[in-house]
T-cell receptor, first 114, second 118 residues
Protein backbone atom coordinates (compact mmCIF):
# COMPACT_ATOMS: atom_id res chain seq x y z
CA UNK A 1 0.00 0.00 0.00
CA UNK A 2 2.38 2.70 -1.28
CA UNK A 3 -0.22 5.50 -1.47
CA UNK A 4 1.34 8.61 -3.05
CA UNK A 5 5.05 8.34 -3.81
CA UNK A 6 7.18 11.38 -4.54
CA UNK A 7 10.73 11.33 -5.79
CA UNK A 8 13.25 12.66 -5.06
CA UNK A 9 12.90 13.65 -1.40
CA UNK A 10 15.61 16.29 -1.66
CA UNK A 11 17.13 18.13 -4.64
CA UNK A 12 19.54 20.99 -5.18
CA UNK A 13 19.48 22.74 -8.54
CA UNK A 14 21.43 25.54 -10.09
CA UNK A 15 19.56 28.52 -11.49
CA UNK A 16 18.47 27.79 -15.05
CA UNK A 17 18.53 24.02 -14.75
CA UNK A 18 15.44 21.98 -15.48
CA UNK A 19 14.13 18.96 -13.64
CA UNK A 20 11.07 16.82 -13.11
CA UNK A 21 9.52 16.01 -9.76
CA UNK A 22 7.86 12.62 -9.90
CA UNK A 23 4.52 11.71 -8.34
CA UNK A 24 2.87 8.31 -8.55
CA UNK A 25 -0.19 6.85 -6.85
CA UNK A 26 -1.42 3.29 -6.81
CA UNK A 27 -4.96 3.91 -5.55
CA UNK A 28 -6.57 4.50 -8.96
CA UNK A 29 -7.32 8.07 -7.90
CA UNK A 30 -8.89 10.26 -10.54
CA UNK A 31 -7.74 13.59 -9.12
CA UNK A 32 -4.10 14.61 -8.62
CA UNK A 33 -2.53 17.92 -7.75
CA UNK A 34 0.70 19.70 -6.89
CA UNK A 35 1.23 22.20 -4.07
CA UNK A 36 4.19 24.21 -2.88
CA UNK A 37 4.80 25.09 0.75
CA UNK A 38 6.82 28.14 1.65
CA UNK A 39 7.63 29.30 5.20
CA UNK A 40 4.71 31.19 6.69
CA UNK A 41 2.58 30.73 3.56
CA UNK A 42 0.72 27.46 4.00
CA UNK A 43 0.31 25.33 0.87
CA UNK A 44 -0.58 26.81 -2.51
CA UNK A 45 -1.95 24.95 -5.53
CA UNK A 46 0.29 24.86 -8.62
CA UNK A 47 -1.50 22.55 -11.08
CA UNK A 48 -4.10 19.84 -10.91
CA UNK A 49 -5.56 17.06 -13.03
CA UNK A 50 -9.03 15.50 -12.98
CA UNK A 51 -8.01 12.52 -15.10
CA UNK A 52 -5.57 11.24 -17.70
CA UNK A 53 -5.06 13.82 -20.44
CA UNK A 54 -6.72 16.65 -18.45
CA UNK A 55 -4.76 19.28 -16.54
CA UNK A 56 -5.37 22.83 -15.39
CA UNK A 57 -3.64 25.66 -13.58
CA UNK A 58 -3.92 26.45 -9.92
CA UNK A 59 -2.99 29.56 -7.97
CA UNK A 60 0.75 29.69 -8.73
CA UNK A 61 1.41 27.93 -12.09
CA UNK A 62 4.14 30.15 -13.57
CA UNK A 63 7.43 28.35 -14.18
CA UNK A 64 5.89 24.88 -13.92
CA UNK A 65 4.57 22.44 -16.45
CA UNK A 66 2.52 19.25 -15.97
CA UNK A 67 1.10 16.43 -18.02
CA UNK A 68 -0.93 13.35 -17.19
CA UNK A 69 -0.54 10.52 -19.64
CA UNK A 70 -1.62 7.80 -17.19
CA UNK A 71 -3.92 7.65 -14.18
CA UNK A 72 -1.01 6.76 -11.91
CA UNK A 73 1.56 9.44 -12.73
CA UNK A 74 1.52 13.24 -12.52
CA UNK A 75 5.02 14.71 -12.96
CA UNK A 76 5.83 18.36 -12.30
CA UNK A 77 8.43 19.97 -14.54
CA UNK A 78 10.52 23.01 -13.70
CA UNK A 79 11.53 24.44 -17.06
CA UNK A 80 14.26 26.85 -15.89
CA UNK A 81 14.73 26.82 -12.14
CA UNK A 82 14.84 30.10 -10.24
CA UNK A 83 15.70 30.78 -6.58
CA UNK A 84 12.04 31.78 -6.04
CA UNK A 85 11.14 28.15 -6.68
CA UNK A 86 13.01 27.03 -3.58
CA UNK A 87 10.24 25.33 -1.63
CA UNK A 88 8.78 22.06 -0.43
CA UNK A 89 6.56 20.45 -3.04
CA UNK A 90 3.67 18.14 -2.26
CA UNK A 91 1.68 15.92 -4.54
CA UNK A 92 -1.84 15.03 -3.41
CA UNK A 93 -4.50 12.76 -4.84
CA UNK A 94 -8.16 12.04 -4.26
CA UNK A 95 -10.51 9.35 -5.46
CA UNK A 96 -12.55 11.83 -7.42
CA UNK A 97 -12.97 15.56 -7.77
CA UNK A 98 -16.74 15.22 -7.57
CA UNK A 99 -17.02 14.33 -3.93
CA UNK A 100 -14.77 15.65 -1.26
CA UNK A 101 -13.06 12.57 -0.09
CA UNK A 102 -9.94 13.32 1.86
CA UNK A 103 -6.76 14.04 -0.02
CA UNK A 104 -3.79 11.69 0.29
CA UNK A 105 -0.51 13.57 0.32
CA UNK A 106 2.95 12.39 -0.62
CA UNK A 107 5.84 12.97 1.76
CA UNK A 108 7.12 15.98 -0.14
CA UNK A 109 10.21 17.05 -2.09
CA UNK A 110 12.47 19.72 -0.63
CA UNK A 111 13.92 21.69 -3.55
CA UNK A 112 16.68 24.26 -3.22
CA UNK A 113 17.66 26.43 -6.18
CA UNK A 114 21.03 28.16 -5.84
CA UNK B 1 -11.33 34.20 -4.07
CA UNK B 2 -11.60 32.34 -0.82
CA UNK B 3 -9.24 33.10 2.04
CA UNK B 4 -8.46 31.15 5.18
CA UNK B 5 -7.04 32.89 8.25
CA UNK B 6 -5.35 31.27 11.22
CA UNK B 7 -4.66 34.06 13.68
CA UNK B 8 -2.49 32.05 16.08
CA UNK B 9 1.00 31.43 14.67
CA UNK B 10 1.87 29.40 17.77
CA UNK B 11 0.02 27.81 20.66
CA UNK B 12 1.32 26.00 23.73
CA UNK B 13 -0.58 23.59 25.99
CA UNK B 14 0.24 21.31 28.89
CA UNK B 15 0.05 17.60 28.26
CA UNK B 16 -3.44 16.19 29.07
CA UNK B 17 -5.09 19.60 28.80
CA UNK B 18 -7.41 20.94 26.11
CA UNK B 19 -6.45 23.42 23.43
CA UNK B 20 -8.47 25.18 20.74
CA UNK B 21 -7.00 26.34 17.43
CA UNK B 22 -8.83 29.09 15.58
CA UNK B 23 -9.68 29.37 11.90
CA UNK B 24 -11.84 31.81 10.01
CA UNK B 25 -12.56 31.86 6.31
CA UNK B 26 -14.12 34.09 3.75
CA UNK B 27 -16.30 32.79 0.94
CA UNK B 28 -19.41 33.72 -0.99
CA UNK B 29 -20.29 30.05 -1.52
CA UNK B 30 -23.04 28.40 0.49
CA UNK B 31 -21.80 24.84 0.13
CA UNK B 32 -18.20 23.84 0.78
CA UNK B 33 -15.92 21.63 2.84
CA UNK B 34 -13.53 22.47 5.63
CA UNK B 35 -10.55 20.46 6.82
CA UNK B 36 -7.90 20.39 9.49
CA UNK B 37 -4.55 18.89 8.53
CA UNK B 38 -1.67 18.03 10.83
CA UNK B 39 1.95 18.30 9.71
CA UNK B 40 4.46 16.79 12.17
CA UNK B 41 8.21 17.33 11.78
CA UNK B 42 8.24 14.40 9.35
CA UNK B 43 6.56 16.79 6.89
CA UNK B 44 3.74 14.36 6.12
CA UNK B 45 0.30 16.01 5.72
CA UNK B 46 -2.26 14.08 7.74
CA UNK B 47 -6.01 14.67 7.56
CA UNK B 48 -7.34 15.19 11.09
CA UNK B 49 -10.99 16.01 10.55
CA UNK B 50 -13.35 17.39 7.95
CA UNK B 51 -16.70 19.15 7.99
CA UNK B 52 -19.36 19.51 5.31
CA UNK B 53 -20.87 22.98 5.37
CA UNK B 54 -24.40 21.68 4.89
CA UNK B 55 -24.18 19.63 8.08
CA UNK B 56 -25.03 21.48 11.26
CA UNK B 57 -23.58 18.79 13.50
CA UNK B 58 -19.96 19.38 14.42
CA UNK B 59 -17.54 16.67 13.30
CA UNK B 60 -15.62 14.64 15.87
CA UNK B 61 -12.77 12.16 15.57
CA UNK B 62 -11.78 10.69 18.93
CA UNK B 63 -9.98 13.49 20.84
CA UNK B 64 -10.44 15.96 17.99
CA UNK B 65 -13.60 17.97 17.47
CA UNK B 66 -14.59 21.12 15.65
CA UNK B 67 -16.79 24.07 16.44
CA UNK B 68 -18.30 25.05 13.10
CA UNK B 69 -20.11 28.38 13.07
CA UNK B 70 -21.28 28.88 9.50
CA UNK B 71 -22.76 32.35 9.93
CA UNK B 72 -19.58 33.57 11.58
CA UNK B 73 -17.42 31.65 9.06
CA UNK B 74 -15.47 30.12 11.89
CA UNK B 75 -14.05 26.60 12.11
CA UNK B 76 -12.03 25.96 15.27
CA UNK B 77 -10.33 22.70 16.23
CA UNK B 78 -10.44 21.44 19.80
CA UNK B 79 -7.91 18.87 20.93
CA UNK B 80 -8.79 17.18 24.22
CA UNK B 81 -6.37 15.34 26.49
CA UNK B 82 -3.38 16.68 24.54
CA UNK B 83 -0.57 14.20 23.95
CA UNK B 84 3.08 14.72 23.07
CA UNK B 85 2.38 13.21 19.65
CA UNK B 86 -0.04 16.04 18.90
CA UNK B 87 2.86 18.48 18.58
CA UNK B 88 2.85 19.66 14.97
CA UNK B 89 1.81 22.39 12.56
CA UNK B 90 -1.95 22.45 12.06
CA UNK B 91 -3.47 23.80 8.89
CA UNK B 92 -7.05 24.78 8.30
CA UNK B 93 -8.20 24.32 4.70
CA UNK B 94 -11.24 25.14 2.58
CA UNK B 95 -12.57 23.62 -0.59
CA UNK B 96 -15.64 24.66 -2.49
CA UNK B 97 -18.05 21.99 -3.63
CA UNK B 98 -17.11 20.56 -6.99
CA UNK B 99 -19.38 22.12 -9.59
CA UNK B 100 -18.37 20.09 -12.63
CA UNK B 101 -16.68 23.02 -14.32
CA UNK B 102 -13.38 22.67 -12.56
CA UNK B 103 -11.75 21.21 -9.51
CA UNK B 104 -9.73 23.90 -7.88
CA UNK B 105 -8.04 22.49 -4.85
CA UNK B 106 -7.66 23.30 -1.20
CA UNK B 107 -7.08 26.81 0.09
CA UNK B 108 -4.90 26.65 3.19
CA UNK B 109 -4.34 28.95 6.11
CA UNK B 110 -0.79 29.76 7.16
CA UNK B 111 -0.81 27.28 10.00
CA UNK B 112 -0.56 27.17 13.78
CA UNK B 113 2.45 25.61 15.46
CA UNK B 114 1.21 23.58 18.43
CA UNK B 115 3.66 22.91 21.25
CA UNK B 116 2.87 20.31 23.92
CA UNK B 117 4.53 20.93 27.27
CA UNK B 118 5.23 17.71 29.22
Amino acid sequence: NAGVTQTPKFQVLKTGQSMTLQCAQDMNHEYMSWYRQDPGMGLRLIHYSVGAGITDQGEVPNGYNVSRSTTEDFPLRLLSAAPSQTSVYFCASSMTARFNYGYTFGSGTRLTVV
Amino acid sequence: AQTVTQSQPEMSVQEAETVTLSCTYDTSESDYYLFWYKQPPSRQMILVIRQEAYKQQNATENRFSVNFQKAAKSFSLKISDSQLGDAAMYFCAYRRTYSGGGADGLTFGKGTHLIIQP
